[in-house]
């Protein structure tokens, strides 16, 4: 058996990251198969909750109408900060690849996070195919395994990449801008203080929230967070959730591009609160 589908990629959530497999593997391993007859098979398929992220349409088009052939993959060309912030002030979305810590600590304002290998499953959800898209990445490998997650969805305006990363912008002079980040013991202790409670956004999957959240949290899907922004209280400091705070970074990052300041990661997120045991209840 060959995969149809990459794991991690939004058909293939939930995929182990196997070349090939076999029947007889996949009957005794693959926890889909773990069922007590054909009815049950079919009650849980039935069951699942799918998302159909907007990349879909592109693939629909090009899978119809063919696409120029591609024989090499594009080299975004390193561009220095001040053509970054004229492509920037111009609409390009600028791409920070870098990891939630980091992202944290300092970034360009207006850039989106997502996380190298948070690409495949969310960037269709949350990249424009109509603009020019410019990366701030750590490394040149990171920008390479970017452009090719990002050209097998389609998306060719891959204009640039910072050159001399977020350390060429800070010494430019440019504007910096900061998120705030909350620890799980942290948060469980505000939590426990009716009055000191901030909002919790939490942006996983709805299979992750039924099996467990925590009181009171506003939940929406990270993909749909960018049409669902009137849905955030905003009454209360607030502080994105996720399972390990990579997909809460990704939402913290889409709220400040929205104006929206008095927010923070919660790093380590479900999985952390597990550790330190903070109240979960169950939809």
Not at 77 to 86: F, Y
Not at 138 to 148: F, L, Q, T
Not at 152 to 167: F, I, K, S, V, W
């Amino acid at each position: 058996l060959y995969p149809a589908h990459g794991a991690g990629s939004v058909c293939g959530s939930g995929m182990a990251p196997r070349d090939f497999s076999s029947l007889g593997y996949e009957r005794r391993h693959n926890p889909a198969l773990q069922v007590d007859g054909r009815e049950a098979f079919i009650r849980n398929k039935v069951a699942e909750h799918h998302y159909k992220p907007p990349y879909f349409k592109q693939m629909e088009k090009l899978n119809q109408y063919g696409a120029p052939p591609l024989r090499e993959l594009p080299a975004p060309p390193p561009l220095d900060s001040a053509a970054v912030a004229r492509a920037a002030d111009d609409g390009a979305v600028l791409l920070d690849l870098r990891e939630p810590e980091a992202f944290a600590g300092a970034f360009v304002p207006g850039s989106l996070n997502i996380p190298l290998d948070l690409i495949p499953a969310y960037a269709g959800y949350l990249l424009p195919y109509d603009r020019p898209i410019l990366f701030i990445a750590s490394h040149a490998d990171d920008v390479a395994a970017a452009v090719r997650y990002l050209v097998r969805m389609g998306y060719d305006r891959l204009d640039g990449t910072l050159r001399g990363g977020l350390h060429a912008w800070e010494t430019s002079g440019r504007v910096l801008a900061s998120l705030g980040v909350t620890s799980a013991r942290d948060l469980k202790d505000r939590l426990a203080d009716p009055a000191a409670a901030p909002t919790v956004l939490d942006v996983r999957k709805i299979n992750e929230w039924e099996a467990g959240h925590l009181a009171g949290a506003t939940h929406i899907f990270l993909g749909d967070l960018p049409d669902r922004l009137d849905e955030v209280p905003t009454d209360r400091p607030i502080v994105t959730f996720c399972g390990s705070g990579r997909r809460a970074s990704v939402a913290a990052s889409i709220l400040h591009r929205h104006g929206l300041r008095d927010l923070s990661n919660n790093l380590g997120s479900m999985a952390a609160c597990k550790a330190v045991e903070c109240p979960i209840v169950h939809a």
